[in-house]
Every structure is written in structure tokens, then in C-alpha cells.
């Protein structure tokens, strides 16, 4: 009886303290919802937009409870794509002040930015960039800036781009798993991870390629800017100039100048024609997008879908959320705005590696039925590849960013075996009861026979053969001219313009135009989907209490995180995956 009695009060104690732990969090909430509901911040004339070159760039606004917790600084493409078009069009706005940090973020996010700065700067504005160190990419980004600064004992990472593959076979084996692999494509190389210990020679080929693209594209863009030969930026990065002093840099035209923290904002003021004694007004792009208005009734929406493909949601952390295309949600989504007479088409924001094939499948079919009602355009940011390219191919236009990743036409398949790690390792026994000759198929202690294996493969090739067809259909092609660009091959957006798998080279600014150009619309404005969930909707939605822990392990494991990751949502994954063949971390 007392121990009942024990228990009933610990139940009690626990009931109470996740009450007040749940009212705490809805206070929070209530709070900030306050003050999002706060009037609109008025914009004073020579004002002076403020970009941040810090934190996780996501592609549409979010917020975690992870981030309100830890403070952690994110940024959404999506508002500073839109605070710099208002910027170039809004008269009180007279320069743009890029502060660099540590931006994570996709090289065509970073394309499209550096890109829509260049276009603010033709309006006669100003851009000033100032880093205390400026790692590769953002130096990319700042150097669309009339002047760059850097602290006096601030650096420049410049060393060129390369790329680091993290192999498991070993680890996996030591603890008695090894992992069966099915594809189609000879690039389809996702399952080298697992089976092998270095590079195949067809995916070092097509890695070569890319990084190549994308070290083409920033020293383009870096000597058209400072007025470097790349054969001087190329002899710099060998040399790790970012390592010598700081003073060189001036020397070298990477920078033009070198002033400490406090005295940046001086030189803004001076650049605008500001005195030196007056205040700084200085603008958040949060802060300028909610001065944009509707100017039309014709609207165009852009939908944004990135992060892993999948049919239902995976259980993540509450605390640290990762991105998916639920095709369930996103299919409902499309549905509505195929029903929304004020919607006159849709640009479909993809950022995706791939993911679930049966989920590609769905995204396909609802993309093709939306098509039916209104134009749809794709817009492909950091990658559209294997299911996000697959989900693409129905549209009537397709718009990529030369730095994109796409392509990846392929499938493969991975079963672990785990029956050594049960029987030799843990030593459990298995016995078996069935009523059918492959009943227990996939179960823990049991081995494929080579009956099962031949299943699973001729699955695969009948996966294969319709993602092969669903291009075809979508993109003009014979059944023999997508296999000769197929394989699982991946393509920069660059290259696949050339081969037919994009129309156009573009950003979401381009393909927004364009669907308004198949729309037939001159004035329009545009909208955004699916509407950003609030921490608290995080909240109340989350499948899987598991508190801080992810968080805690990105920041222990740090740039392994995601191959952990990638390693225990296999428990997730459905057997038959359309997805991107690597992770590449780039350095």
C-alpha cells in the first residue's frame, strides 16, 4: 500500500511540474505573439538596411523552441530576398550594410542574394560590407559591395573549395551490421556511405565537376568585383593568404580597408551623407518587409518546400526541428491552391536532395493535376535532385541557379543486416513459425535468401523505370534519351540546362516573372505557403519528446552531426528512396 501510495504521489508530482512547465511555454508564446502583433516600425528617410551574414539560412521564416531557448540566430532567405527587392524600390532606404558572420547557407542562396544586390545597386544606392573574419562564401557575398572592410586583425578564408565524404562500412562492421545495397545509376553512389570505404571513380568524377562549377562561379564573380586576375586568386588561395596579415589584404584588393567594429558605422554614415553626430537609422529586414503592400488582386503564390522527402512526418526533438516535404501536407496544400480562384499560379520554391520514392511518386501526381488548373513554375535553390527533381518535372517551366544541384535520375535501396550483431554479438537465438515461404522477410534475425534479394532488386528497377518515365512525359524526351542522362547522375544547374532538364537559368525572382509571363498577368503580387509555424505550433504538434538531446548533439558532434543523423532516421526511411547520393561537407 505504501508503495502504491509512493507511486500515485510521483504521478501527481510529475502531472504538476509538466503543467507548469506547459503554462511556462504558453507564456512565452502569448509574449511574443504580442509582440508580433506590434505596429509596423516606420522607416525614417536615409535609412539603411541591415543584413546579417550570420546563423542557419533556412528558405522560409521559422522559429524553433530551440531558438528561443539558446537565442540561436537564424535567417530566412525568403525575408532577405524580399527586404532587398523593397530596398532597391524604397526611396527611404539609401544603402545596404552587410555584416558578416558565420552564415550557413547554400551557394545558390547565396547566388541569388549576391545577385539581387548587384540589381539594388543599379538603382544608384549603396552596398558596405564589414567582417571581422569573412569566411569563403561570404566573401563571395560581400564582394557585390562598393567597398569591403575588415578588421585590423580580422581574415579572409580563401582557399578554394573542397569536399570531405565520411565512409561507415567500418564502424557499421565492428559492431556486426553491414548494409545491403539495391540501386539503379551507376552515380546513384548513396550507398557507398555504407558499403565502401573511399570514393567510387564515377562519383569522384561527378564531385569533381561540381565543386569546380562552384569554385568557377565565386572566382567569376570575385575577380569581376575586385578587379583580380583568377589566375591571382587562384595563387592566393594555394598560398592560404587568409593566414598572413591582415594588412596584406589591402595589398592583395581583397579589401579596401581595414577599421575596427565601432567605427563602421561612421563610415556608413559618411557614404549616405549622414553627419557623424546624428543617429544611424538602421533597419532589420523583418522590419522592411512589413512595409511592402499589395498593389494588385492578381496574386501568384510561391509555395516553399524543402528538406527531406517523406510521406508522414518523421518524430523529431520539439527543440530542434529538421526540415521535410510532407507529401501528405504539401499535396493537401497544392489541392487548395488548385481550388483558390484568387491564385492565378504557383512558383514552387524547391530546396531538396530527395527522399521517400513512394512520397516523390504523390508529389509528382498532385505537381501534374495543379498544372491542369495554372501555370506552375519551379524555382530550384541549393538542390533539386533524385525526388526534388522528380517532383519537378510535371511543371510548365523549370528555373534553376547555375550553382544548383539537380539531376540524380535514380533509386536505391538499403537493408541492413543486422543477424550477426543479434546472434554472434548479443547472442540471442532466433526460431521462426510461418505459414508462407517469405513471411518473416525482414525480420532482425533473418539473412536475405537470394530469392528476397532478387525481389528487392527487380523493385528497385521497376522504380527506376518510372521516375525515368515520369521525366519523359514531363520533359519531351524518349524513354532512351533520359537514360543517357540519367544513372543517378547529378548536375550543376549550369549543365543541366544543357541537357534538357531545366529551361532557364535563373532565381525565384526570375521564375516568379515567368509565371506571370504563362499567367498573362502585368500586375500581380505574390504570396507565400505554406504559412510559417510559430515555435508554439511546434509545440503543441511535436511527435517525439526527446527534449534537448538533438540540439545538444549537433553542438557536441558539431559538423558530424548530420552523417549521426542520416544513420538513425535509417530506422525511418522506407526501403525504396529517391534521395541525393552522398553527404559532401564543404570546407
Same mark, same amino acid.
Given at each position: 500500500m505504501k508503495d502504491f501510495l509512493k507511486n500515485v504521489f510521483a504521478t501527481i508530482v510529475g502531472l504538476f511540474i509538466f503543467g507548469i512547465i506547459t503554462l511556462f511555454f504558453c507564456f512565452i508564446g502569448i509574449i511574443g505573439m504580442m509582440t508580433a502583433n506590434s505596429s509596423t516600425k516606420s522607416i525614417k528617410p536615409n535609412s539603411v538596411l541591415l543584413l546579417k551574414l550570420d546563423g542557419n539560412m533556412?528558405? *522560409?521564416?521559422?522559429?524553433?523552441?530551440? $531558438?528561443?531557448? *539558446?537565442?540561436? !540566430?537564424? %535567417? +530566412?532567405?525568403?525575408?532577405?530576398?524580399?527586404?532587398?527587392?523593397?530596398?532597391?524600390?524604397?526611396d527611404n532606404i539609401s544603402c545596404i550594410y552587410l555584416e558578416s558572420g558565420n552564415l550557413n547557407a547554400d551557394i545558390a542562396q547565396r547566388q541569388e542574394l549576391r545577385d539581387a544586390l548587384l540589381e539594388f545597386k543599379k538603382s544608384g544606392k549603396k552596398v558596405?560590407? #564589414?567582417?571581422?573574419? #569573412?569566411?569563403?562564401?561570404? #566573401?563571395?557575398m560581400a564582394t557585390a559591395a562598393d567597398k569591403i572592410y575588415m578588421n585590423p586583425i580580422g581574415s579572409?578564408? @580563401?582557399?578554394?573549395?573542397? /569536399?570531405?565524404?565520411? *565512409? %561507415?562500412k567500418d564502424l557499421l562492421s565492428k559492431v556486426g551490421v553491414r548494409v545491403v545495397p539495391f540501386r539503379m545509376g551507376k552515380y546513384k553512389s548513396a550507398v557507398e556511405m555504407f558499403t565502401e570505404d573511399k570514393m567510387s571513380e564515377s562519383n569522384r568524377e561527378q564531385t569533381e565537376r561540381y565543386i569546380h562549377g562552384w569554385w568557377d562561379t565565386v572566382l567569376n564573380a570575385v575577380s569581376g568585383s575586385r578587379k583580380i586576375s583568377k589566375d591571382s586568386l587562384n595563387a592566393y588561395a594555394d598560398r592560404l593568404i587568409g593566414m598572413e596579415e591582415p594588412s596584406k589584404m589591402v595589398g592583395y584588393k581583397m579589401v579596401d580597408s581595414l577599421c575596427y567594429n565601432d567605427q563602421i558605422k561612421d563610415i556608413v554614415k559618411k557614404a549616405i551623407g549622414v553627419d557623424k553626430d546624428d543617429e544611424l537609422n538602421l533597419v532589420t529586414p523583418a522590419e522592411l518587409v512589413e512595409q511592402k503592400t499589395v498593389s494588385?488582386?492578381?496574386?501568384?503564390?510561391?509555395?516553399?518546400?524543402?528538406?527531406? =522527402? %517523406?510521406?508522414?512526418?518523421i518524430p523529431q526533438s520539439m527543440f530542434a526541428e529538421n526540415h521535410q516535404i510532407i507529401a501528405k501536407d504539401v499535396c493537401r496544400d497544392l489541392q487548395d491552391l488548385a481550388k483558390d480562384e484568387d491564385i492565378e499560379a504557383v512558383v514552387i520554391r524547391i530546396n531538396s536532395g530527395g527522399g521517400d520514392a513512394y512520397a516523390s511518386e504523390q508529389l509528382w501526381h498532385q505537381i501534374a493535376e495543379l498544372r491542369k488548373k495554372k501555370p506552375v513554375v519551379i524555382s530550384m535553390s541549393g538542390a533539386a535532385a533524385s525526388g526534388g527533381y522528380y517532383m519537378?518535372?510535371?511543371?510548365? @517551366? =523549370? %528555373?534553376? $541557379?547555375? &550553382?544548383?544541384? &539537380?539531376? +540524380?535520375?535514380?533509386i536505391f535501396g538499403l537493408l541492413p543486416d543486422q543477424s550477426e550483431l543479434m546472434t554472434k554479438k548479443l547472442g540471442l537465438k532466433f526460431d521462426e513459425v510461418k505459414t508462407n515461404r517469405n513471411a518473416?522477410?525482414?525480420?532482425?534475425?533473418?539473412?536475405?535468401?537470394?530469392?528476397?534479394?532478387?525481389?528487392?532488386?527487380? !523493385? =528497385?528497377?521497376? /522504380? #527506376?523505370?518510372?521516375?525515368k518515365k515520369r521525366v519523359a512525359e514531363g520533359r519531351k524526351m524518349s524513354m532512351e534519351q533520359v537514360e543517357n542522362i540519367a544513372q543517378g547522375h547529378v548536375y550543376l544547374g549550369a549543365d543541366a540546362v544543357k541537357v534538357g532538364l531545366v529551361d532557364e537559368l535563373g532565381g525565384l525572382n526570375k521564375a516568379v516573372a515567368k509565371a506571370a509571363e504563362l499567367a498573362k498577368l502585368k500586375n500581380y503580387s505574390t504570396e507565400s505557403y505554406p504559412a510559417a509555424k510559430s515555435w508554439l505550433d511546434n509545440l503543441m504538434s511535436v511527435s517525439d519528446n526527446s527534449s534537448f538531446l538533438d540540439s545538444r548533439l549537433e553542438a557536441t558532434f558539431g559538423e558530424y552531426y548530420t552523417t549521426f543523423k542520416l544513420i538513425n532516421d535509417m530506422k525511418h526511411r522506407d526501403k525504396l528512396q529517391a534521395a541525393m547520393p552522398y553527404i559532401l561537407r564543404i570546407q
Open positions: 533556412s528558405e *522560409y521564416d521559422e522559429t524553433t523552441l530551440s $531558438d528561443q531557448l *539558446y537565442g540561436n !540566430t537564424n %535567417v +530566412s532567405f525568403k525575408t532577405y530576398m524580399e527586404a532587398i527587392n523593397e530596398a532597391t524600390h524604397n558596405i560590407a #564589414y567582417g571581422e573574419d #569573412y569566411s569563403l562564401l561570404n #566573401y563571395y579572409i578564408t @580563401w582557399k578554394g573549395i573542397g /569536399g570531405e565524404m565520411v *565512409y %561507415v494588385s488582386e492578381s496574386r501568384i503564390a510561391i509555395y516553399y518546400a524543402y528538406g527531406d =522527402i %517523406v510521406n508522414d512526418k519537378s518535372c510535371p511543371a510548365n @517551366w =523549370i %528555373v534553376a $541557379d547555375p &550553382t544548383t544541384l &539537380t539531376g +540524380s535520375i535514380g518473416v522477410f525482414g525480420a532482425s534475425g533473418h539473412f536475405l535468401t537470394e530469392e528476397q534479394f532478387n525481389i528487392m532488386q527487380t !523493385t =528497385i528497377e521497376n /522504380g #527506376y523505370r518510372l521516375f
